[in-house]
């Protein structure tokens, strides 16, 4: 800038006379000049220093670019106004500063102008210096953004504006993904942070992150875990939930089936939001998905969880292959004997997915016994408690006498223990016993009047501890309520699908029928004849028969054999009763003959009136009218009838829960590259080398194959459609090597045309934000004022 000037004439350099003093020898004084002005006002030494180096600046700057073109005189006088302005500074000599100054602008004017900034230039000058200073302090330190959705609500609330610390995280150089002085700060679990878009980089988004490079995230409904790199587990980010009501982007109005939860990761406290859904059911929960998040990139989610479009949600489309479309499940059922199929497609994201590998999983649903759940409850047995649970503790090869607490040893501390030993100390007598298939229990209960039996299969009951438990759970479900059936008393185990049989708790009177006879004025055994017809016991005739022995003492080893009533007809003589119990297992008939020795003295005398029931048994098993003719009063004379209180329903009900699962001995395994890296031959080396496969043209030309002991494995090339696919296919699928081979050759078909398995549009996800995409940290919110210059945590 040019230092104004003086009007009026200028000063000469040298000497000058004062006013007032004699002129010298020879000289006359000047003329006085009634125009003289007035004595000018001096700067300020501040102003006259700046003034002074602007102007020097800009001489030595003319004189270097420009100096030839001045001429020499001039050239000289400006190095010397130069020098000269240099000597006075030093010595502080203000006055005569300023003048040398504004001599040498007056220089510069006279012989430079050409060379001499405009004031339009200047201007611009200094407003492209002010908008390159904007610029850089908008790009490497503060920036404001604008909020246009609620995907971080309750955090941030569309429509609020906020500043981003672009400097916290390193500077990025404008225009370029490349950060500079990263090591000034980290990227942390819980921060919120700006970034460009991954799928459009046009757009900037705002979230919190909560993936490093190196870790692992897995989502389940409403739970989030994270295995930190290097760590050998996953953890459940920890919440608490909250009594604030959740509400709207405006922050006026409540939001119906929405709750709050304080959330907490690596020591930042924020608060996120869930809508209710479906997928929130315990037993509806949705499959986990997990992301691990590859060098260089983070994982992101907004706090609004079911309203947010991030990481869990980012797609691009790319060109895919499909491994379903090799084999479908027509093929399969098809080419194997099983007919009920689940694909299962690792969604598991991991590394950046480009769609040109895919592998499908298919489990053949298969019956499996190591699975079955089964409980029989009997309630008031009319033959007594003792004799049926001596009957189906008899039953059970290998059974011993237990207890809840000795069957429960081992079993994981907690108020699910406490409560099966306080359960448990309610069983009189418990039974339990293990094959290679089940664990089992009988239990006896005297004071409810039950017997129960529980046969938990090795699959789901795969300890003692887990038989206790099952049993506590049937247990607790009784004991609020006895007339309960077996179907409710027993839960399903989880993660198996099951379909239930059950039997029993029907009218009673279909079933059974009972009769007492007593002579007049007796009250004793000997005095009475009682029968019990039990037709089409559920719980089986052989169980009815050997209750019925246990219940007189006695078993089929040590009763009589009665031949002239039947080939199953057996006697137990007592001191006060003949005991017949006669039955027909092909009318599934047991009938119980209890003839006091007042009418029965002797077997001869209990052989001549079972002969007269036994008459009426197959009768009575065709029409259960006919129950009431097995014995009347006619057939005892002399003898009166008892009135008997017969149940509204059987005592006996059966539950049998049938596993069906899909494991992995029957499953098969598709899996394909598209255009690997190295070519198809060494792709198919890569894969056979491991497993050990042989070359086997059967199916290709260059295939390999080999048989193991649990199934069969292919690999092959296909050059039409430049696939690698593989086939590993287990022997509960495949028995057989032709099984096998018939679901390579279709594969192989179909890989000849990429129409079949190949999609040129298919979404892949694109979960990661790189690093470079990173704008900075969202720090403050700056509008509305209610909100002015609250922090974001």
């Not at 001489?59 to 240099?86: F, H, K, T, V, W």
């Not at 009218?625 to 008997?644: A, F």
Request: aromatic share 6%; glycine share 8%.
């Amino acid at each position: 800038m040019s230092a104004p000037e003086t009007p009026g004439p200028r000063p000469v350099s040298g000497d000058q006379p004062l006013s007032g003093e004699r002129p010298a020898s020879g000289q006359s004084p000047p003329p006085e000049r009634a125009d003289r002005p007035a004595e000018r006002k001096r700067r300020t030494p501040r102003q006259v220093r700046a003034a002074a180096a602007m102007l020097q600046k800009e001489g030595r700057r003319i004189l270097q670019r420009n100096g030839a073109r001045i001429a020499a005189g001039p050239a000289n006088e400006i190095r010397a106004c130069l020098g000269a302005i240099d000597t006075l500074r030093i010595a502080e000599n203000w006055p005569a500063l300023e003048d040398e100054a504004e001599r040498l602008d007056e220089l510069l004017h006279n012989h430079a102008s050409f060379a001499r900034k405009s004031a339009l230039r200047e201007t611009f000058e200094n407003v492209l210096i002010a908008v390159l200073v904007a610029l850089g302090l908008r790009s490497c330190f503060y920036e404001p953004f604008k909020i246009p959705s609620g995907s971080m609500m309750p955090t941030l609330r569309a429509g609020d504006h906020i500043f981003v610390n672009k400097f916290i995280y390193g500077v990025q150089i404008p225009f370029t993904t490349t950060v500079v002085g990263e090591s000034l700060g980290q990227i942390e679990r819980g921060d919120v942070i700006v970034f460009r878009y991954p799928i459009d980089e046009a757009e900037d988004f705002i979230k919190r992150v909560v993936g490093l490079p190196g870790d692992e995230i897995r989502a389940v409904g409403r739970t989030l875990s994270i295995k930190r790199a290097g760590a050998a587990d996953f953890e459940e980010v920890p919440r608490t939930p909250l009594t604030e009501r959740c509400l709207d982007e405006a922050g006026v109005k409540n939001i119906a089936n929405c709750q709050l939860f304080e959330e907490t990761l690596d020591g930042k406290t924020y608060v996120v939001r869930y809508t209710a859904t479906v997928d929130d059911r315990e037993d509806m929960l949705p499959k986990p998905r997990t992301w691990k998040v590859p060098e260089g990139h983070l994982m992101v989610m907004g706090d609004n969880r079911n309203q947010s479009h991030d990481s869990r949600e980012w797609t691009v489309q790319v060109e895919a292959v499909g491994a379903d479309s090799l084999l479908t499940l027509k093929d399969l059922r098809d080419l194997t004997a099983d007919s009920m199929f689940n694909m299962d497609r690792d969604d598991d994201v991991g590394g950046i997915d480009d769609g040109r590998h895919d592998k499908v999983t298919y489990l053949a649903s298969h019956r499996s016994e190591s699975h079955d759940v089964l409980l029989e409850v009997w309630r008031s047995p009319t033959l007594g408690t003792q004799a049926v649970f001596d009957t189906a503790s008899a039953a059970i090869a290998g059974s011993r006498p237990s207890t809840m607490a000795e069957l429960l040893t081992g079993a994981k501390a907690g108020p699910e223990l406490d409560r099966a030993l306080e359960l448990g100390a309610g069983i009189d007598r418990l039974v339990t016993a293990k094959d290679a298939d089940a664990r089992q229990a009988v239990l006896l209960l005297e004071s409810a009047g039950a017997v129960m039996r529980v046969s938990c299969g090795t699959g789901v009951c795969k300890d003692d501890p887990k038989l206790g438990l099952v049993v506590a759970d049937v247990l607790d479900k009784f004991h609020r309520n006895h007339a309960q059936d077996a179907r409710t008393l027993l839960d399903a185990p989880k993660q198996v699908r099951y379909t239930t049989h059950w039997s029993g708790r029907s009218d009673a009177r279909e079933h059974y029928f009972e009769r007492t006879l007593v002579k007049p004025g007796g009250d004793k055994p000997k005095d009475k004849v009682r029968l019990r017809a039990f037709r089409k016991p559920v719980e089986g005739v052989s169980f009815v028969r050997d209750a019925a022995l246990w219940a007189f003492g006695s078993s089929t080893g040590m009763a009589d054999r009665v031949p002239e009533l039947g080939e199953d007809a057996l006697r137990v003589g007592r001191a006060d009763a003949q005991v017949l119990v006669l039955t027909d297992a092909a009318r599934e008939m047991v009938v119980v003959l209890e003839c006091g020795a007042s009418f029965c003295p002797d077997a001869a005398a209990a052989t001549a009136l079972g002969k007269i029931v036994a008459e009426g048994i197959p009768a009575a098993a065709g029409d259960r009218r006919k129950l009431r003719v097995l014995l009347t009063s006619g057939e005892v004379p002399g003898y009166e009838e008892l009135p008997v209180g017969l149940p509204e329903l059987t005592e006996f009900d059966r539950v049998r829960l049938e596993g069906t699962v899909r494991g992995k001995e029957h499953s098969l395994d598709v899996e394909a590259w598209l255009r690997p890296e190295g070519g198809l031959a060494s792709k198919v080396a890569e894969l056979a080398t491991p497993g050990g496969l042989q070359r086997d043209d059967g199916i290709a030309e260059g295939a390999m194959g080999l048989e193991r002991d649990d199934g069969f494995e292919y690999v092959f090339a296909v050059p039409q459609s430049e696939t690698v696919v593989r086939i590993e296919c287990r022997k509960g699928l495949c028995p057989t090597r032709e099984v096998a081979l018939s679901l390579a050759h279709r594969a192989a078909a179909k890989a000849v045309d990429p129409s079949n398995f190949i999609d040129p549009q298919a979404d892949r996800p694109k979960p990661f934000v790189p690093r470079g995409n990173v704008k900075g940290r969202a720090e403050r919110i700056w509008l509305p004022l209610a909100r002015f210059w609250l922090p974001i945590r």
